[in-house]
């Protein structure tokens, strides 16, 4: 059974950093490209960052682009996102799932894989002053 576990949120001031962390079980995690979501209040989720399979290439929205960094560890079946100069924008619960990053024109952008719906409790993001 798949099963993907986010930690790390918390509270931060504008501009200061947070370390998020997903760990994956029920399937081999360097078969799977895998992105970080987030979903603010009243909205829908959107895909914010996403790591290749096997490359590690890395996709990220332009909202987020120089600000943070996703990386894995696949020995951990564990995969992180640095998140540096937060904004009061950045807030929402963050997610974990295999995605499918695609391109529009010069922008990446991230999905979740099709058919997945095993989202996990997700961890929240609250930057506030």
């Known amino acids: 059974q798949v099963q993907l576990v986010e930690s790390g949120g918390g509270l931060v001031q504008p501009g200061g950093s947070l370390i998020l962390s997903c760990v994956v079980s029920?399937?081999?995690?360097?078969?799977?490209?895998i992105g970080w979501f987030r979903q603010a209040p009243g909205k829908d989720r959107e895909g914010v960052s996403a790591?290749?399979?096997?490359?590690?290439?890395?996709y990220y929205a332009d909202s987020v682009k120089g600000r943070f960094t996703i990386s894995r560890d696949n020995a951990k079946n564990t995969f992180y996102l640095q998140m540096n100069s937060l904004k009061a924008e950045d807030t929402g619960v963050y997610y974990c799932?295999?995605?499918?990053?695609?391109?529009?024109?010069?922008?990446?952008?991230?999905?979740?894989?099709?058919?997945?719906?095993?989202w996990g409790p997700g961890t929240q993001v609250t930057v506030s002053s």
């Open positions: 790591i290749g399979a096997r490359t590690g290439s890395t």
């Open positions: 029920g399937f081999t995690s360097d078969d799977y490209t």
């Open positions: 799932a295999p995605a499918r990053p695609y391109r529009i024109r010069s922008s990446w952008h991230v999905s979740a894989a099709d058919g997945f719906g095993s």
